[in-house]
């Protein structure tokens, strides 16, 4: 016999609630949150598609890791505590084995319950004729006023990024191509399971002047801090840090560098300081453990350029990914 939803539901998603506030083991309609006067709520959204943000024979294990991490990866651009998150699934009505790929996804969703420390609270499960598709929704808080932003960057600031970018993109690149898994395992891995940087965020509150993830690429990135920070912004190549697995892929396997730049998949974060503030900001990286880089500076106009080391504009033509 087939189950119904809220067999599914009962058996898969249940145990990953908490019996009381806010989620009150999914026996009510919503989820019930006590405001905090001193907190403010933080709000996030993500959708995942098969065939466009993950394989369709994906692990479901690595994937629903993914779907929630992609969301922490906003919370930490805001410098919020994750506290829980909803979750809608579109299953495929197709021969697929929906409580086998259930078991394996609610395994990957404990697992990054347990490692970042939230719950889930809610959502939804129905089937459909098209692509499986994820939708999470992640609510995060911080201390009254004390969230990041995109707005905020200054003319003279330092713009940074954490970690090193394109191993994402890399990854994706490589199992395209068929490529050298094991070869190129660190890309793959970065690109099934980017790092939320939930620490760095918060540490970053009364340092950083402007902050987001990089999702869609460096470039198309920090032209969204500069368009809403009125400002321009000017990005020096040779700066961008980069692993020994992605720098290998670009001397052996052709022209990838616009991965670096506009490759998308990096769910780093990409911040803007004061330059007075570059000492505390180096200081920053050794506490937590968390490579920062300077990689270029904020200048007057609207326009975020990529600079070669002899002062060349880089085309960037290619930077961001979009759906649209």
């Known amino acids: 016999m087939t189950s119904s939803e809220f067999d599914l539901i009962k058996k898969f998603f249940t145990p990953l609630t908490p019996k009381g506030a806010p989620a009150f083991s999914l026996k009510n309609d ?18 995942l598609v098969a065939g466009v943000h993950f394989f369709e024979n994906d692990d479901p294990f690595i994937v629903a890791q993914k779907a929630l991490r992609v969301n922490l990866s906003d919370l930490a651009a805001m410098a919020a505590e994750p506290l829980g998150y909803l979750l809608s699934l579109a299953l495929p009505q197709t021969s ?52 990041l932003s995109r707005s905020g960057a200054n003319i003279g600031d330092n713009i940074y990024v954490s970690g090193t970018l394109g191993d994402g993109a890399g990854g994706l690149t490589v199992l395209q191509n068929n490529l050298d898994n094991d070869k190129y395992a660190h890309l793959i891995g970065r690109y099934h399971l980017p ?15 402007s902050a987001m993830d990089i999702s869609d690429g460096l470039m198309g990135d920090i032209s969204h801090i500069c368009e809403n920070s009125s400002v321009g912004a000017k990005i020096f190549y040779k700066k961008i840090p980069i692993s020994s697995s992605l720098s290998n892929l670009l001397e052996t396997k052709g022209d990838y560098s616009h991965l670096i730049w506009g490759g998308g998949d990096d769910y780093e974060l990409l911040f803007t300081a004061a330059q007075k503030h570059n000492d505390a900001v180096m200081d920053l990286a050794v506490r937590l453990g968390t490579k920062l880089t300077c990689i270029g500076e904020i200048t007057a106009g609207n326009e975020a350029i990529l600079l070669n080391d002899d002062g060349s504009v880089i085309n960037t033509d290619k930077s961001g990914y979009r759906h649209f």
């Open 195 to 209: 790092e939320p940087r939930l620490k760095l965020g918060k540490s970053l509150v009364g340092l950083a002047t």
């Open 30 to 47: 919503a989820a019930i949150f006590p405001q905090n006067p001193d907190k403010d709520l933080i709000f996030t959204k993500d959708t």
């Open 96 to 147: 697929f084995d929906v409580e086998a790929w259930l078991e394996a996804f609610a395994a990957g969703l404990e697992k990054n319950q347990s490692q970042f420390n939230w719950m889930l609270w809610g959502g939804d499960t129905v089937s459909t004729s098209g692509p499986l598709t994820i939708s999470v929704t992640a609510i995060g808080e911080t201390d009254k006023g004390k969230s």
